[in-house]
């Protein structure tokens, strides 16, 4: 509404300091800030309400160390995050820009999906709240609007590459003609299309249709993507629901996805940067950034009152919105290929889930009896069981996502803009990847700092190796390594002065003649 009145200010009567309003920098910068205000001002008292209106958590005994500790803690405080969205949107965003107006539609379904979920566990005290197939219904029902607003509107349209030939000329000293050389080089269109393209990762020509599933009938293409953005919706929907078992740990591992969604946005929506990297230009799609901005200030403002020991508690009304915003924002910007990397923990979570669930069943019967590979599922329970604090989960957690979020964002960027198809080694390239991943397995699953040092050495070498199998002009990876070698380093000196102190209690060097050979 701001952006709209000031847009009109500057036209009109050309008002000193309007035009800012035009630039998304300022735009977003304005939304985080407010974002951050609304949850941190207006956080405590809605938390107050909610304990006078005996709006608590009922809390299942799954012996898990402090959990009924939480019992009668404030939930639905997903309102606060939903508000600090939707408020700072409305005022700074562009409304006209179809982008923001899917993202604002989807913010205010799936938060009603999740308050309803809450308001029937909380008032009608239900512990099961919404039936799942209620959920379902109504995922399937924002996949069916996204998938139809991008395959359908005028405004939603990609700028298409294309390939023009460049002659290289060879000169000697004297200036003539020694050999003459044509390439072809990839540049940005002049023309919008209507289409369906979406990115796939480590790929240079990676724009991928879904029109080549069904040889370019729209209907058929149109439901495929249908098909498509419910499934991601849902997916990435119920994931983040999955992982809201912990104090602060959705808002934690969403901040970093929301970061590089915000960046993927603002490369894409500008014109210049999408031709540079060799990316898709998407325009409006900047408009988004504004909305990511918002967003991420929420869930940031949101972590005051959610962190160990959590205030409050987001509830499914936080947890499927979050969910659901991340996958209709990389339909948007047509990264939803990306979000297995980008939302690794939330796929890990609802995988964790899926193979308990099934190899429980297959056991009841085959032996009379379910047996469990984990101790609890979602996995982050899995570690409470083991003894592991609450709160070094969580962190945990966090650093595995920022690791994700920082591959997904080379894989978009940097492997784009630098791989040569025909130069890759993909011997080097699958060793990388697998030591890569290997190195986070132990780094998240192994508690001993002597295991962590380890997988940071083994990701040292993963990047090393991944400079190697794409082979051209990748300087930053070989600085990522530099920089996980000083980590190792650090953490190698720590450990020894650790282990030095523990054996020599006083500092006093006479004491090293007692030392043994």
């Not at 709006?55 to 012996?63: A, C, D, M, P, V």
């Not at 409305?90 to 107006?101: A, K, P, R, S």
């Not at 990839?186 to 240079?204: A, D, L, N, R, W």
């Not at 962190?395 to 784009?416: G, K, N, P």
Request: with cysteine; proline share 2%.
């Amino acid at each position: 509404m701001l952006y709209h009145l000031f847009q009109y200010l500057d036209r009109s009567y050309d008002l000193p300091g309007a035009g800012m309003f035009q630039y998304i920098s300022f735009r977003s910068a304005l939304a985080v800030i407010l974002a951050l205000l609304i949850t941190i001002t207006f956080g405590q008292g809605i938390i107050r309400f909610m304990q006078r209106r005996q709006i608590g958590e009922e809390i299942r005994n799954l012996g898990l160390e402090g959990q009924l500790q939480k019992r009668g803690t404030p939930t639905m405080g997903g309102i606060i995050i939903l508000a600090s969205i939707l408020i700072p949107i409305l005022l700074f965003g562009d409304l006209t820009n179809i982008y923001v107006l899917l993202m604002i539609v989807s913010t205010v379904w799936l938060g009603l999906l999740g308050f309803l979920d809450d308001y029937i566990k909380v008032f009608r005290h239900n512990k099961e709240g919404l039936k799942g197939k209620f959920k379902i219904v109504g995922q399937v029902g924002i996949g069916i609007i996204v998938g139809t607003v991008m395959c359908a509107s005028p405004e939603v349209v990609v700028r298409d590459k294309v390939v023009e030939p460049v002659q290289q000329l060879f000169v000697d000293d004297d200036g003539e003609v020694i050999e003459s050389v044509t390439t072809n080089r990839v540049v940005m269109g002049t023309e919008s299309v209507k289409t369906t393209q979406t990115t796939i990762p480590f790929v240079k020509n990676n724009e991928f249709d879904y029109a080549w599933f069904t040889g370019g009938n729209r209907v058929a293409t149109w439901i495929l993507y249908v098909l498509v953005a419910i499934f991601v919706v849902t997916a990435v929907s119920n994931g983040a629901n999955l992982t809201d078992g912990l104090d602060g740990l959705v808002s934690g591992v969403s901040a970093p996805i929301v970061v590089v969604l915000a960046i993927l946005a603002y490369l894409s929506g500008h014109i210049v940067y999408a031709d540079y990297l060799n990316i898709m230009y998407i325009p409006g799609s900047g408009e988004l950034v504004v909305f990511a901005a918002a967003f991420a200030g929420a869930l940031i403002g949101f972590l005051w009152y959610n962190s160990f020991p959590a205030q409050t508690f987001m509830g499914d009304t936080g947890s499927l919105a979050i969910g659901g915003i991340i996958a209709v924002f990389a339909l948007c910007i047509r990264k939803e290929l990306l979000l297995p990397i980008l939302c690794g923990v939330f796929f890990v979570e609802s995988l964790s889930v899926m193979i308990q669930v099934s190899y429980f069943k297959y056991t009841k019967r085959r032996y009379g009896e379910g047996r469990r590979i984990f101790l609890m599922s979602p996995i982050h329970h899995h570690y409470q069981k083991k003894g592991i604090f609450e709160t070094k989960i969580v962190i945990r957690f966090w650093i595995v996502s920022m690791l994700l979020s920082l591959a997904a964002l080379v894989a978009s960027i940097s492997v784009t803009y630098c791989i040569a198809e025909e130069t890759i080694n993909l011997v080097f390239f699958g060793v990388a990847l697998y030591a890569l991943l290997s190195g986070l397995i132990l780094i998240v699953v192994r508690t001993r700092i002597f295991s962590h040092m380890v997988g940071f050495l083994v990701i040292e070498n993963g990047v090393f190796l991944f400079s190697m199998a794409v082979g051209v002009e990748m300087p930053s990876m070989i600085e990522i390594a530099i920089m996980l070698d000083i980590l190792i380093s650090i953490l190698m000196l720590g450990l020894f002065l650790t282990k030095i102190g523990a054996r020599f209690r006083i500092g006093d060097t006479d004491l090293l003649t007692n030392v043994k050979d």
